[in-house]
């Protein structure tokens, strides 16, 4: 079986009243290339008249936001003029590429009615070849991601493939990932090529993972010396799972920007300043 380096516990990072989890990075853990950036928000019940989520316009370069909403809803708008409303069970894909700004809220109604929200936000990385790509956006609703069962569960097959099953995405940097919900007793095996790095996040529940405890809000890092997983739910659980191939290149992040070096970070915000990502008109 796979070994496992170590299991980090997410940070809790609130954003004002938006309950927020950070399993990476953290002191512990930088990234798993290429997946660069995890965010969990809530669970949490809006009442009434809320203010929704607070991610208005701002810009990105050089990486792409895959967002799923488990619970409640995003209203996205960008600069390249792609509007969506995404509700429960929906995933949001977007490649930032060469550059554009967006907001993330939510939707009129949710911000009337209330309810209940949780939504991951993974940021994943792009190749230097791909910095520079034409900025892209797609929404897609529950009901248009396949959906791949097993014993004891089910998965949502995001991107690339699960199980034989094709994902609703298929990024060109061949990311793949799904989200599984297991029974309690459920059993999976996995086979993962022991080049790719995995990402294995448990964001509700308890697993045991290749004979070790995860226990929710936990992050799993993987060595490769195995293409073999063994999961078992100790209880009912949902994961988010996703592996790629790493690209094995310089990473520089700031604020927004993912890029190779720092000149490239530092031309992003001269770009950005200078109208270069698009006009954002509300």
């Keep these: 079986m796979r070994s496992i380096r170590k299991i980090v516990k997410a940070e809790y990072r609130p954003i004002g009243e938006l309950i927020t989890y950070s399993p990476m990075p953290t002191g512990s853990i930088d990234m798993i290339d290429p997946f660069i950036f995890l965010n969990h928000h809530g669970p949490q019940t809006y009442k009434p008249n809320n203010k929704g989520l ?105 991107s690339g493939e699960f199980l034989g099953t094709k994902g609703a995405f298929q990024p060109e940097t061949g990311i793949n990932l799904a989200m599984l919900f297991l029974e309690k007793g459920a059993k999976l095996q996995l086979k993962v090529p022991a080049i790719h790095n995995i990402f294995f996040y448990v964001i509700k529940g308890e697993l045991q993972v290749n004979n070790q405890q995860a226990m929710e809000l936990h992050l799993v890092d993987f060595g490769n010396d195995s293409e073999e997983l063994q999961i078992e739910a100790i209880e009912d659980s949902t994961l988010l799972f996703g592996h790629a191939k790493p690209f094995d290149e310089p990473v520089v992040a700031r604020g927004p920007f993912v890029m190779n070096t720092i000149e490239e970070i530092n031309q992003a915000y001269k770009d950005y300043q200078s109208g270069k990502f698009g006009s954002w008109n509300d």
């Design 54 to 158: 607070p991610f208005g316009p701002h810009p990105h370069r050089g990486m792409e936001t895959v967002t799923f909403i488990l619970d409640g809803d995003i209203s996205h708008k960008d600069s390249g003029g792609n509007e969506s409303i995404i509700g429960a069970g929906g995933v949001q894909w977007m490649t930032a590429g060469s550059g554009l700004i967006h907001a993330e809220v939510s939707s009129e109604k949710f911000k009337e009615k209330g309810g209940d929200l949780e939504i991951l936000q993974l940021w994943v990385n792009l190749p230097a070849r791909l910095k520079k790509t034409e900025p892209w956006y797609k929404g897609i609703q529950k009901n248009k991601i396949p959906i791949k069962e097993f014993d004891g569960g089910r998965a949502q097959v995001v």
